[in-house]
């Protein structure tokens, strides 16, 4: 039996009832003018790719993130969460970078980006309710920007298409929190199609829906959440980040996406560093695996991705150098156990493994992950299916 690691699964229609609704009343009163939602990913394959130009193919997620909305007069943005004790913020609608802190400064970073590209964004109340497991590498904190960027979007008539609203939740991160992501997490949440996953070029910013259903071919795509926490704020992300933007300095091209696999050979022969070669070689192959598993995808092959899962692991751990100790070990454990590939699942040091599992050997794969993790001292893993959901809409 599959343990679920989320409450409340899934972003349907909400009730005037609902907990988001409800709270918004007990804490503004009144009714909101909307509820919107906004699903956090796993993303199948294509890591640290989107800030190098490159391909990813993430998924959204049953879970996600509920802003119940409403403008209101003066020069304030009032928000509250129901992750989190104690009473409504307070920000000030002009507050800039640095200026806000924790949770609120997702929501105020939506509202300072969009208000630097000029639009008309005025004050707010918010209430927000999410079950995106915090911590995990699932982008709970895209689908917080995404559903507040969505919000806003109709509560202003901005008239903003997707691709410019996850540009502008980036710029939140990257500008106002000082995360230094790409934009493939926000483009997941945003712009992914149920039963489908997101094959994006994250330099033209092109998109294709890749139908993906492995229930159909009796199969189980897992999400373990290692329960190891992840951080990336505290700097590993962005040394990687401007260890890959050196590297394009020193060789002369415009990303790393540029370099063909077959071409890295001599492109790594020209780099005296040998921790740039390694981040080098790991961009370059990865993006060649995600072209991979798109095309299985497209032939039908799912059982074909496997190897190339395991193999985006492998790089991660041994040429990026993102893995933890629960990483490797679920990964070692489910593949020994009968997966057909793992690997971990976002940015890394902490957070998830997805693994492509056949029906029959999920319970053995669970089973295996428990009892290495239980060897290691470390905490239960959680884990649950993962099926391809809606992107960003609204709801009420």
């Not at 040998?274 to 995808?297: P, S």
């Not at 933890?324 to 493994?353: I, Q, S, Y």
């Amino acid at each position: 039996m599959i343990h679920e690691s989320a409450v409340r699964p899934g972003l349907g229609a909400v009730s005037p009832a609902s907990p988001v609704s409800t709270a918004f009343a007990e804490t503004f009163g009144g009714e909101p003018e909307g509820v919107w939602c906004a699903p956090g990913r796993v993303n199948v394959i294509g890591e640290h790719t989107d800030y190098n130009d490159g391909f990813v193919l993430p998924m959204a997620l049953p879970h996600g993130v509920r802003v119940a909305a409403r403008r209101a007069s003066g020069a304030l943005v009032r928000v509250r969460s129901l992750q989190e004790p104690g009473a409504d913020v307070s920000v000030r609608l002009g507050a800039g970078p640095r200026e806000v802190t924790g949770w609120p400064a997702y929501v105020a970073g939506v509202v300072w980006s969009l208000r630097e590209a000029g639009h008309d964004v005025g004050g707010l109340e918010l209430v927000v309710d999410g079950d995106v497991p915090a911590g995990a590498g699932l982008s709970s904190s895209a689908a917080l920007e995404c559903a507040v960027a969505s919000a806003l979007n109709d509560l202003f008539a901005l008239g903003m298409e997707r691709a410019d609203l996850a540009l502008s939740a980036q710029r939140a991160e990257n500008d106002f929190v000082g995360m230094p992501c790409g934009v493939m997490d926000q483009m997941a949440s945003i712009a992914c199609q149920e039963g489908h996953l997101l094959f994006l070029d994250t330099r033209s910013m092109a998109t294709e829906h890749v139908p993906f259903d492995p229930s159909a071919h009796g199969r189980t795509l897992l999400v373990i959440d290692t329960r190891a926490p992840h951080r990336l704020v505290d700097g590993e992300y962005a040394r990687r980040r401007a260890a890959c933007e050196a590297a394009v300095a020193a060789l002369g091209v415009r990303a790393l996406r540029d370099i063909a696999v077959e071409d890295l050979p001599s492109v790594l022969s020209r780099m005296d560093s040998e921790e740039q070669r390694r981040r080098v070689r790991h961009v370059v192959t990865e993006n060649a695996r995600v072209t991979e598993v798109v095309a299985r995808l497209r032939e039908g092959d799912l059982d074909g991705t496997g190897p190339a899962l395991t193999a985006s692991h492998v790089s991660l751990r041994d040429d990026y150098e993102v893995t933890v100790g629960e990483l490797d070990t679920a990964v070692e454990a489910a593949l020994g156990a009968g997966a057909l590939g793992a690997r971990m699942t976002g940015g890394g040091f902490g957070g998830c493994v997805v693994s492509l599992v056949p029906d029959d050997r999920v319970d053995a794969v669970l089973d295996a992950v428990r009892t290495a993790f239980a060897a290691e001292g470390y905490a239960e893993p959680r884990a649950f299916a993962a099926t391809p959901s809606a992107g960003a809409h609204r709801v009420r």
